[in-house]
């Protein structure tokens, strides 16, 4: 380990482990870059794990934002087609409700196919009968082709695509400076947050895909980019309450889009500024909830008697165009900072703004721009190139639920997951179908530490149960020694404090007395509290 | 319908007054919605765990005196004397149990921790003190591929205190049917599976063979087997050559569901009448007095009764309903906590912490009636899990305040006959 990093030298080091930086990060490696990724905490832990799981079509732009509508509805396409295994093509209603005016329709749908965007016009009552869910008052409706992705999986897929074609990927190591040399960023100092170890690690360009935190990352090399934390509160819902994604047709506002995801349907979002400080530890207010459901009641009623199982928040990296200090233009477009045009700064680029729709294009541009100061001249081929996990299939595993389960997140990738005796096939989530296989095999390919990391990965506890009696089950298998046993009983604590942080902003009804069964088996019977002695240092909250 | 009492809910508390009344001679239904929290148990009942400082308690009948006057056991006249009722009546129930209330003593919780209890089911591993291990070396022997049994834990959990653990782990063919379909390797099948097809013999053979070189002084099993009588976890003991006791295991608790089967079958001999899969939904109430109630599946039927109990449970059972901005008793409407209004008191941040929900309940007065608009009602008393004023979870009671009120409140209407 010790001479590894002691020779960290790399052509390119991308910074954040969200969709932007995954997808960066593969399309330098596929271009023939040695790459180094490194993420503080997790693969998507920030914006990019916490948004609706929504593959826009671009409808929602249209009107406002032409150039945003026209990129999201190409690289919805593409997404179709490279991450097969992310997207579930459900469609999606814009709907107008009595208090709207069903004069923008006419405007939306114009605007949708001046996009691109194929939009329909629908028969109200053929809305009710497509999505029985929706609202009955309904007065209009557009077909719009919206889908459901599954950012955990998606960002994973281009992390692990990055791999295979020769890019590291540090977990857990934080960047805690940018090192500066004439003029010219030369790489970064990082800190390894399971040991405390600090090393330098070396690259001709490094990129700040940092997300909102990237004007941190911008500070410590020493310029300023103006950032704009916009906070987006969103709901979980116990169930799929819908099969298309749900939108009303108006201009952009809160709580006003309803996406199926996996078992589960989200209600989002809310936008307010928030000082960057607190966008390490976003909480989710009353009002908001109150907002959200208010709102959420208004696209499919069956929301306000299903039980809500958490409430979460992101924080969207909008960012002030440098010729507005105010920021009172805020653009929702691709920013690409070339830091040595703008500041005098070679070597270090940053890629903001955006969104997790536009991942693949935004990772495009910053890669053409890199490859450009590296003098590199390989055209970029990630739209066309499936990624892992998606590729033809060859040959399907025996029918089970586990396996079928497995498959929809893994895609072709669950090959590596060994099935067919006892001891994998042991179920440890019901809810979900996760078997002592699956776990294996995401704690050896998939940067595995922690049971909220497992959580990202395969799903386990994110059902109905919340991790009722997965969590301990999985504590059980993750651990092989006296030394881990101590580690699992405090990763399980920090998993019940991370899942009680969603449902404390929504805990009554069904909630309450779910949290109060929690509280039960684990304080009660099992003493997990009595036995914790730490927090993790590597664990990060959702 | 008419009957003497009737009682709504048939966890332990109902179960409790149930079989205490019925053994008075009275006429007792019993209506229940069918599971109950002893489907969590640990294989053992608390009295009281920790004091309001979170102190470890070693005697529970001294700490009592200490707890808020909130606390339902200030409503028991002499705990001393039901304890032992208490203890007597599972007994006579066919559930023999070691402890008592003047001195707690330790169980082993699914993950390797310790907690002090009141009462442990005969066969449940118990050490009379923390600090003083009772075995050197011990063999803890799971069934292959059983998940809800972390030996892993449980193992290092006994090591810090000293004690020398080997794991082991065995199975039959038979488990390996139940294996075929994954979610099936849950305890109760396990224990079914092994009672109903006499495979006692063969696992305990399975379990000498893995244990019969290691000069162990006790074999630790996971608590999976006896789900019908007492008789199949005792000799499941008796089968293995060393001593042996059984470790709690993840829910469902075999011990647990036992317990409940064998309360009812007690209540059943004493001529109870025992409602399940029904609710209550209505109560009639006349003046201070509740009349009769409706359930969901009787309609248009009224039961009578001289007395009601209700000991349907907390937030978990149904007992208790919280939706968006209060929380309010779902069967007869009674009086819960005043300070149930504003949702954002409801919970704390951390989640370790006394969360305020866990104190939440129906009102009562010192005889335990219910309250209605602030009134008592006279022939109608709370029990058990559903009563406001203490944290079961931060205070380890629940057992307790489970049997303990019922017991008193059993003793209330017969006194007041």
């Known amino acids: 380990m010790k001479t590894e990093n002691n020779n960290h030298q790399y052509d390119v080091i991308v910074i954040g482990g969200g969709i932007t930086g995954a997808g960066t990060a593969r399309d330098c490696a596929m271009r023939g870059l040695k790459v180094l990724l490194v993420e503080r905490h997790d693969i998507s832990t920030g914006a990019t794990g916490r948004n609706h799981g929504l593959l826009h079509s671009g409808a929602r732009y249209a009107v406002t934002d032409h150039e945003s509508a026209t990129e999201c509805i190409k690289e919805n396409m593409t997404l179709r087609k490279i991450a097969r295994h992310c997207v579930e093509e459900t469609d999606g209603l814009f ?11 006419s405007l939306f749908v114009e605007k949708c196919i001046e996009a691109g965007i194929q939009a329909e016009v629908i028969d109200p009552e053929l809305a009710k009968t497509m999505e029985p869910a929706v609202n009955p008052e309904l007065i209009g409706a557009v077909k719009v082709p919206d889908a459901s992705v599954d950012p955990f999986r998606l960002t994973m897929a281009n992390v692990l695509d990055a791999q295979l074609h020769g890019a590291k990927t540090l977990v857990s190591h934080e960047v805690i400076d940018v090192l500066v040399e004439q003029n010219r960023v030369v790489g970064v100092k990082l800190r390894n947050h399971h040991n405390g170890e600090e090393f330098n690690a070396y690259a001709q360009v490094t990129i700040n895909a940092a997300g909102i935190w990237g004007t941190l990352i911008a500070q410590m090399a020493g310029v300023k980019i103006n950032m704009f934390p916009a906070k987006g509160s969103l709901l979980i819902f116990g169930h799929r309450v819908n099969n298309m994604v749900i939108n009303r047709c108006r201009k952009p506002a809160n709580a006003d889009i309803l996406v199926p995801d996996d078992a589960v349907c989200v209600i989002g979002t809310t936008s307010d500024r928030v000082p960057i400080e607190a966008c390490d530890d976003m909480r989710v207010t009353p009002e908001e909830v109150e907002v959200l459901l208010s709102e959420g009641m208004k696209l499919a009623p069956s929301l306000g008697n299903t039980r809500i199982l958490r409430a979460y928040a992101g924080v969207r990296p909008l960012i002030a165009s ?12 691709i920013v690409t900072l070339d830091h040595e045009k703008r500041d005098g700064l ?5 890629i903001t703004g955006g969104k997790m729709m536009t991942y693949r294009l935004m990772a495009e541009e910053v890669t053409n721009l890199a490859c450009e100061k590296l003098g590199v001249n390989k055209p970029c081929i990630t739209a066309s190139t499936p990624l892992p996990g998606s590729e033809p299939q060859q040959e399907s595993k025996k029918y089970s639920f586990a396996n079928k389960a497995s498959h929809g997140r893994h895609g072709t990738l669950d090959s590596k997951i060994s099935t067919g005796d006892a001891a994998s096939d042991a179920l440890v989530c019901e809810c979900e179908g996760v078997s002592v296989g699956e776990v294996k095999y995401a704690i050896d390919e998939l940067h595995v530490h922690n049971l909220v990391n497992l959580r990202r990965r395969t799903r386990v506890g994110m059902g109905t149960c919340q991790g009722e009696l997965c969590a301990c089950r999985t504590a059980g298998v993750m651990c092989d020694s006296d030394d881990s046993a101590q580690r699992a009983i405090n990763d399980l604590a920090g998993f019940l404090n991370e899942r009680w942080k969603g449902m404390q902003p929504v805990a009554w009804g069904d909630n309450l007395a779910e949290a109060q069964l929690t509280a039960t088996i684990y304080q009660g019977l099992l003493g997990v509290d009595q036995l914790t002695t730490e927090r993790r240092a590597d664990y990060y909250e959702i | 319908m008419k009957f003497d009492i009737i009682i709504i809910g048939g966890g332990l508390s109902g179960l409790t007054a149930g079989i205490a009344l ?5 006429d007792v239904a019993v209506i229940s919605a069918g599971q109950s929290t002893l489907h969590f148990s640990s294989g053992s009942l608390d009295l009281l765990g920790c004091d309001n400082n979170g102190n470890i308690v070693n005697n529970p009948l001294n700490a009592i005196a200490s707890l808020n006057a909130s606390h339902p056991y200030k409503k028991v006249s002499n705990v001393e004397s039901i304890a032992q009722e208490a203890k007597q009546l599972l007994t006579e129930a066919g559930i023999t149990t070691t402890g008592d209330a003047t001195a707690n003593h330790w169980r082993i ?3 390797g921790a310790l907690k002090p209890t009141w009462l442990s089911v005969d066969g449940m591993a118990t050490m009379q003190d923390a600090g003083t291990m009772p075995w050197k070396r011990v063999a803890l022997v799971n069934i292959i591929n059983y998940l809800d049994f972390p030996t892993k834990l449980i193992a290092a959990g006994l090591r810090n205190r000293g004690i020398e653990v080997d794991i082991k782990a065995v199975t039959l063919r038979e488990l390996n049917e139940l294996r075929k379909s994954p979610s099936e390797m849950r305890s109760t099948n396990i224990a079914k599976v092994l009672e109903r097809n006499n495979l006692l013999q063969g696992l305990a053979d399975a379990i000498n063979q893995v244990t019969v ?15 019908d009588s007492c008789s199949a976890a005792s000799t499941m003991l008796n089968l293995i050559a060393p001593e042996a006791s059984y470790v709690a295991t993840l829910p469902p608790s075999v011990p647990g569901v036992r317990m409940q089967t064998l309360l009812r079958k007690r209540f059943a001999a004493l001529d109870g009448t025992f409602l399940t899969g029904d609710q209550v939904i209505e109560g009639n109430f006349q003046g201070n007095k509740l009349n009769s109630v409706k359930t969901a599946k009787l309609e248009g039927e009224r039961l009578e009764a001289d007395n009601f109990i209700l000991a349907t449970g907390s937030f978990m ?4 309903v919280a939706d968006y901005n209060h929380v309010y008793e779902p069967a007869l409407g009674v009086d819960v906590d005043s300070n149930s209004l504003d949702r954002t008191t409801w919970a704390q941040l951390n989640v370790t912490s006394a969360q305020p929900y866990m104190e939440m309940g129906v009102t009562t007065d010192t005889k335990l009636h219910c309250l209605l608009g602030g009134k008592p009602v006279s022939n109608l008393y709370a029990a058990g899990s559903i009563l406001s004023g203490h944290n079961s979870i931060k205070l380890s009671d629940a057992a307790g305040v489970d049997m303990l009120t019922a017991l008193q409140v059993t003793h209330n209407i017969l006194n007041q006959q």
């Open chain 1, 322 to 333: 440098d010729d507005d200090p105010s920021g009172r233009s805020i653009s929702r477009g």
């Open chain 2, 213 to 227: 070189d290691g000069n162990y002084d006790m074999v630790l099993l996971p608590a999976v087997m006896g789900i």
């Open chain 2, 317 to 320: 059972s149904r007992g208790l």
């Open chain 2, 109 to 111: 919780t699914p993950i």
């Open chain 2, 22 to 26: 019925a053994q008075a001679g009275r």
């Open chain 1, 346 to 350: 070679a070597g270090f680029i940053t």
């Open chain 1, 95 to 105: 709907i107008t409700l009595p208090e709207d005016d069903l004069n923008f329709q």
